[in-house]
C-alpha cells in the first residue's frame, strides 16, 4: 500500500489496481465502517500533515458525490 504520486504512476504503468486513500473512506462509508463526519475528520487530519488531497474536511462529502464514490 502506498499513496504518492510515484508509486500510484508505477502501478498505473504495470496494470495494478490503484485505490486513492479518499477512495478507501468512501469505501468504508460506504460499508457502514465509518460515517461521513468521521471521514472528514480523517480528511483534515491528513492535510495537516501535508497529505496533497482535491479536497479539506468540509469540501470531502461533496467532492465524493460528484466523483460518484458514495453510491
Known amino acids: 500500500m502506498i499513496d504518492d504520486r510515484a508509486g500510484r ?17 468512501c469505501g468504508g462509508i460506504r460499508d457502514k465502517i465509518i460515517d461521513v463526519a468521521e471521514a472528514a ?13 482535491p479536497c ?3 469540501g ?5 458525490r ?3 464514490l458514495l453510491s
Open 9 to 25: 504512476r508505477q502501478g498505473v504503468e504495470r496494470g495494478v489496481k490503484v485505490t486513492g486513500t479518499l477512495e478507501l473512506l
Open 56 to 58: 479539506d474536511g468540509a
Open 41 to 53: 475528520a480523517v480528511v483534515d487530519l491528513l492535510s495537516d500533515h501535508e497529505a496533497y488531497l
Open 66 to 68: 460528484c466523483e460518484g
Open 60 to 64: 470531502f462529502f461533496e467532492w465524493a
